[in-house]
């Protein structure tokens, strides 16, 4: 039966839990004006053309007509607030929360030493300094994976990592910083063990040095295509360098670790309504309770938090982090600009069919995602975070640029939540997919890893979902469990984050 | 034996045919004042600080500081001249050539019609809106591969037409119409047979409206994974989908076709010093065959023809051609000067270990791949061209991203000229890798399909290799002779150009 969820006591609207058609009565006298969708917003009383509209607590713009109690207010009727200042954001405010301890406190992970995360996989990655050479290194890996893999058991996968990158770009341009810092930290993942493989070809704008410290540099870690006398040879060194490689990662061992050795990443994509009342949320609770096991979790998608950019900029613990929000939030509304687009650009048609009207709703359901923990530090595209605890990675929202981002800044497990359905994954880190809603489970059955809907309907609770998924992420991180997308093999492209000009 | 080789009776420098030490003495009364690397130039007569260093008869640069006859002349002793003005260029200045017919005048095609350019192979594509459904396309690409393929022996091979863009974009800037509309014309390439087969997501924002005109968006050619019950359903649907497609093309068969069906590419990547005197006037000189036969050519990289601008600007056959020039290279000013870069970021460090002193250097030597045609018609990136003959197709000088640019634009084939190396492929088109020194086709002799170096040596003329790559062209569109490339597998991603913003 269709009910109207409320989130916050302050809110002029609520939405619809199914479709439903003009008519229909609901409690406290709601009676619906039109058809109206699921996931889509109903007003709970009379409203005026300019008056605000009010969900989980914050007004998400302005109406354009008015609309009677009962209407249907969608992204025709809204008009964006302003969008809020970067300047002087208040920080150090985080509301008390309660959690409790999370239920488990270790995970069986491939350990990488005193300072690293652990991996949650054991994997080969073999790194392309530039796309040149990429049809090699996907020859090389299908045959690895035929000729070499079954002798070592221990190595559960080989991944290539391609990437657009290397050449034909302006290597020097200021924003070129990022994607050379991403590859150099991709290749670096706590999944490939610490173990090197670069593949490149010899008169690439990407010289290993920008990848390698002078001491990586050798002929263990490093061939150069254009060094070998023909195709031929160079499968033939390559096969053997693999090798090489592949004895040491065998070696490797799952053992019992802390939670603080876990890094995880949080993203949503192809969200609707619900995303931001059941899945998120608990993804948030799930992040609350690593978050006080001493895992670190990572929650990103710039345009999508802009809208909300002062409620994140008050649970920074310090001013450092406050000042890095601001920086990296700025940088992304000047690059926005000189594309001549702003944050309008987002959300998605799909988004809007799903109930989302405007890019400050799609905010306040992604921030949900991030808990309620203070957020210790704010990281740069690409880059690596220096402290444990709930970070926000200021990454492009789009998914498949966002998943290489996190992979480069040490995730070694994403957690993806979606309202509409994408069969979204990684090569490099399983991928858990949470949806929204019970049908989208019920449509998804072998897709979808966990169903948060059960909260739509008042059969579950955020905390239990919460729980279930903090759970699976630990089951899927200790190998137990492998996900749908990882049982299929869908990997998407590594779409590494490239600002600066292609020349 | 080395050699020093002028190109123009204006030069006052020629370039070595192999390393050669100091002291080596040359006729005219050279001699080497230092060690100095193949491809490198050397200065013919006593030059001054200031001075204007001449090769091709064309100013490369000035001087930094003196150098004596026999000295070394490298990217450090060049200051870049000023960059030619895109003002009022003169046109219709083609110098007049003489070209003999073409050797041969048809090839064996699959004809596409009376308006279209006949494909030199017969390919499955799938076409993706999105990159989220990059992953289910891979595995069903790995399934009809091993399912259904054998099944239909006149279709070559399936490929999935996979890139970054679709989605997590700002679909509305001004920019965005290059992607879009790459993608729309990449699946129309003469080499797929009129079949589309278009598979997305269903909450994209690239929309297939945006792709397909509405008589095409039906079942039969579109299938939007959100639409199905599961990955097992999806997977089941898109066999079937594509059997149908195979069913369709495995009727086609080649037939005898006039050289007026065929559109080619022409495009060069780690060139080297020699290339803009061995194989690249090779390749213009089976340009003007196959042009002069009633082919189309393309030849394309804007920064890289950027300082020799006027000179194509003079080839121009009417002003439509000229302004569209301007416009395409003007444009690209100011994509590069909005990334804070300007042309010096090309060359590559591997052209300047070639001998490849700057891009004024490297403009000369690409622009010689465009043979003496006069240029007809001059288009923007993933355009498709309306006349027959020589085109400038204006795409970034990225070998990976100038190949789906002009996949986009039609090509059928493309000849890639190389220097330095590189495995680079296709799996939309036969690329054929034609090198400029005969020690890189020693080096490669298993990746390298036509060797230009008969040129540096003097056994061979460049009409005489220019004739040679014209028949193997002829050979691999007609499907007599596969490339190295095709052999063995090597296919770059379709980097489709998006200077756009990701959101």
Redesign the interface.
């Known amino acids: 039966m269709t009910r109207l969820i409320q989130i916050n006591a302050n809110d002029n609207v609520a939405i619809l839990t199914e479709d439903a058609s003009k008519g229909t009565v609901f409690p406290d006298g709601i009676v619906l004006l039109e058809d109206i969708p699921q996931a889509h917003k109903v007003a709970l009383k009379d409203l005026r053309k300019g008056d605000s509209v009010i969900r989980y607590g914050v007004v998400l713009g302005y109406l354009l007509h008015d609309i009677k109690k009962g209407g249907w207010i969608n992204e025709k009727s809204l008009e964006l607030p302003l969008q809020p200042s970067l300047e002087d954001m208040e920080y150090g405010q985080s509301v008390p929360f309660s959690i409790p301890d999370p239920p488990l406190k270790v995970f069986e992970g491939y350990d990488n030493g005193p300072d690293s995360y652990a991996g949650t996989r054991n994997l080969l990655a073999i790194t392309t300094t530039v ?6 290194v ?2 090389l890996v299908s045959q690895i994976r035929s000729k070499l893999l079954p002798k070592y058991p221990n190595v559960e996968e080989v991944v290539a990592i ?1 990437h ?1 990158y290397g ?9 070129a910083v990022i994607p050379i810092r991403s590859i150099r930290n991709i290749m670096r993942n706590p999944n490939f063990g610490g173990e090197i493989m670069v593949v490149g ?5 990407l ?1 290993v040095d920008k990848l390698l410290s002078p001491e990586e540099i050798n002929a263990e870690n490093v061939l150069m ?2 060094d070998y ?4 040879s160079m499968m033939e060194a390559l096969l053997k360098m693999a090798e090489t490689k592949l004895q040491a990662l065998n070696r490797r061992k799952r053992t019992t670790l802390p939670l603080s050795k876990l890094c995880i990443g949080m993203q949503c ?2 969200s609707d309504s619900f995303s931001g009342i059941t899945a998120n949320p608990s993804a948030g609770y799930a992040s609350d309770l690593l978050v006080r096991g001493g895992a670190t979790v990572m929650f990103s998608e710039v ?1 999508e938090v802009r809208d909300g950019v002062h409620l994140l900029a008050q649970r920074c613990v310090d001013k450092e982090a406050r000042n890095k929000l601001a920086y990296e939030i700025g940088w992304y509304d000047d ?2 600009a ?4 702003d944050r309008s ?2 959300p ?4 809007k ?2 109930g989302l009207s405007n890019i400050v709703e799609k905010a306040m359901g992604s921030i949900a995602k991030s808990g309620h923990s203070p957020i210790v530090e704010v990281i740069g595209p690409g880059e690596l975070p220096r402290k444990h605890g709930l970070v926000f990675a200021a990454t ?7 998943g290489p981002s996190q992979l480069a800044s040490g995730i070694t497990l994403q957690v993806f939540i979606t309202g ?6 990684l090569a490099e880190a399983p991928v858990i997919k949470v949806c929204s809603r019970n049908d989208m489970k ?6 979808i890893d966990l169903n948060a809907g059960g909260i739509v309907t008042g059969e579950e609770s955020v905390d239990e979902v919460g729980i279930r998924l903090f759970n699976l992420i630990l089951e899927v991180a200790s190998g137990r469990k492998r996900t ?2 990882e049982q ?6 590594l ?1 590494v ?1 490239n ?5």
Chains 1, 2 share one sequence.
């Open positions: 796309q040149c050479v990429s049809g090699v996907d020859q391609n657009a050449c034909g770009v302006a290597i020097n341009a200021p924003d070809l010899g008169c690439e704008k010289t295509l254009q006398p023909g195709y031929a994509g192809g345009t690059y926005l000189k594309g001549a687009v650009a987002n998605t048609p799909g988004n069919k799903g492009p929202a789009s998914d498949i640029v966002c509409r359905g994408t069969p979204y994954g019920e449509h998804w059955d072998d897709l749908f997308a299929y093999g869908l990997k998407n492209f779409c984050f600002p600066a000009p292609i020349t």
